[in-house]
């Protein structure tokens, strides 16, 4: 018996990397799972079947059921037609996993509206245009579901070059909180994680050109939490967003400090007050 048995996941981006991890694994604990890669290169160009269609194989030759699709995420059309195949080949969806991304950096001060634009478009957009069909279907089918998003380090704390990367990876962070905040009536858990492992994204970063940092940064370590945030086991999990890379698992939170109130003059503050206040403020 798998943990998944029964169960039906989409995992986009998983013609390699980290995706291509998830979907074995999810594969492996007894899902069916709908294989998603445009097959483009890491900056988005391009495009093909064989690595969709490679992970499938991999998939059937170890005993379970898979099937491919080469849609792309950033349309509404490719996310309904993401939705359509699941339906098409098992019925039913009741495991999203939004993994799909590319990479252009540059810093902000030479950043271009299509790096920017086309960044956000596969990441945030893409996020957006994938999960609102599947969301709405397993409304629909009132039994619940579980929807699985990737954020970043680089959005929730911030990173050198990456500001449209970040931009993108901090807003999928926002919406799955709403995400989660909404699905709870309908049994449908919105969680995140922001990895941090070598795959053909972060093969040229400088912090895995150490040997001892890549024997710790297999992206397959990542994959047993999604497992077990599509599983049962955490079916009261929702609205959590986990930092997960070389063997650790966090929880990241936004928080907000006790701050200080002001009650006279109508609670408005004088920039100097506020100058008088930082360090309590920011405590």
Known sequence: MGLLDGKVAVVTGS????????????????????????GGTRDG???????????????????GEA???YDNVATMEGG??????????????????????ILRDKTFSKMTEDLWDSVVAVHLKGAFCVTQPIFNHMKERGEGGSIISTSSTSGLEGNFGQTNYGAAKAGIAGLTRCLAIEGLKAGIRANAIAPVALTRMT????????????????????????VYLASDLSKEITKKTFFIGAGTISEMRMTRTKGVTKTDNGGLWE??????KIDEILA
């Open 67 to 69: 099937a491919p699709n």
């Open 80 to 101: 309904q037609g993401i939705l359509q195949s699941a339906l098409d080949a098992f019925g039913k969806v009741d495991i999203l996993v939004n993994n799909a991304g």
């Open 203 to 226: 093969e040229d970063l400088a912090m895995f050109q150490k040997d001892e940092m890549k024997d710790r940064m297999d992206p397959g370590l990542v994959s047993p939490l999604i």
């Open 15 to 38: 013609g390699g990397g980290i995706g291509r991890e998830h979907a074995l694994a999810l594969a492996k604990n007894g899902a069916k799972v709908l294989v998603n890669d445009l």
């Open 45 to 63: 160009a391009g495009g093909g079947s064989a690595m969709a269609d490679q992970v499938v194989k991999e998939i059937q030759e170890a005993g």
């Open 271 to 276: 920039p100097d007050e506020i100058a008088g």
